[in-house]
């Protein structure tokens, strides 16, 4: 399956959790876009946009990080430019609740729109991966 995997990417620690994610993604059969691989910073903010916008259009389906105290805006808006187009699978490592309503891991419309949301408190990039290769079976079964 083409993998869309969404996600911040700002920080030395976001880009290898990133990488790890791939690789054990990778490892379990599916091809990986990960977009901090197709950014490189000296190109223009709309080349950047073209191209994530492009990755997103050729894949199967968006994978997409809810980490932090809100989840990263431009992850958000591949959310919902998904939304209407291929299936999308959240997840959260993060223990922090950061929705609107209590009880709620981040925004409802974002939650509201996944085919699966994955819930793993403080989980090993390992864990997590085996938890979205296991979703991506169910939805492909389903």
Known sequence: MKIYLAGALFTTGEQEFNRKLRDGL????????????????????QAIFATDVAGVDASDIVVANMDGPDPDSGTCWECGYAYKKKPIILF???FREAGDVP???????????AAKV???????VEELAERIVAALAELTAG
Do not use: K, Y
Request: proline residues 10%; without cysteine; hydrophobic residues 40%.
């Open 118 to 124: 994955i819930l793993a408190p403080l989980a090993s």
């Open 103 to 113: 009880g709620s891991p981040f925004n409802l419309m974002l939650s509201a729109s």
């Open 26 to 45: 990778v490892n379990a059969g599916h091809d990986v876009w990960l977009p901090q691989e197709h950014e490189p910073r000296e190109r223009s903010a």
């Open 92 to 94: 959260r490592t993060d």
